[in-house]
């Protein structure tokens, strides 16, 4: 059995339930992880799936009858701020913009209840030539300023259909209590 992603297993289950019939997943940059990972296990789990461009999911979302937008998450805290991939905040605001329930599917592990909100998250900071390089060749200005974090943070607001963890699905305000009287 192979090891999946949190959010790729919500997909499979919603798949096998019949909830499910096709799924689009970003090509995640710079690193390409949607496009290595998660469609390697879309098609491994025979999901129907289209891998599209970062910025073209917000087209998706207005054109190709998205009806629920599920991401992961490297960490949750206590206001149930998120901090994931970078690009999921702007997922976030674009199913919020078009009515379309936004989830994150997160390990109970993943939450840290000792960070109160986003602002409290140190984001990574990447290398400027995993944008100006590729394969070792330059294809940027020189001289031209980069910014390339690796996370960012979508606020609680915007995930409105719920945080999914092996605990259960919460809204956002309710997860600190969820967590809570299941640790004690």
């Given amino acids: 059995m192979a090891s999946f992603s949190c959010s790729t297993g919500v997909i499979r289950s919603l798949h096998t339930l019949g909830r499910l019939d096709h799924a689009f997943c970003t090509e995640t940059r710079p690193y390409n992880q949607g496009a290595r990972l998660t469609a390697f296990e879309l098609v491994y789990e025979q999901i129907p799936a289209t891998l599209i461009a970062d910025s073209t999911a917000a087209a998706a979302m207005a054109h190709r009858g998205v009806s629920a937008v599920i991401v992961g998450a490297d960490r949750v805290v ?3 701020d998120t ?34 909100t986003g602002r409290d998250i ?23 300023g980069v910014w390339n974090p690796a996370f960012d943070v979508t606020p609680h607001n915007l995930i409105t259909g719920g945080i999914i963890t092996e605990l259960g699905v919460f809204a956002p305000e309710e997860l600190r209590a969820a967590l809570s009287t299941t640790v004690s």
């Fill in 78 to 80: 206590a206001n149930g």
């Fill in 83 to 116: 901090a994931n991939k970078v690009g999921t905040y702007q997922l976030a605001i674009a199913a919020k913009h078009h009515g379309i329930p936004f989830y994150v599917a997160a390990p109970s592990s993943s939450c840290d209840l000792h960070l109160e």
């Fill in 122 to 144: 140190v984001i990574e900071e990447r290398p400027g030539r995993e944008l100006t390089d590729v394969n070792g060749v330059r294809i940027a200005a020189p001289g031209i």
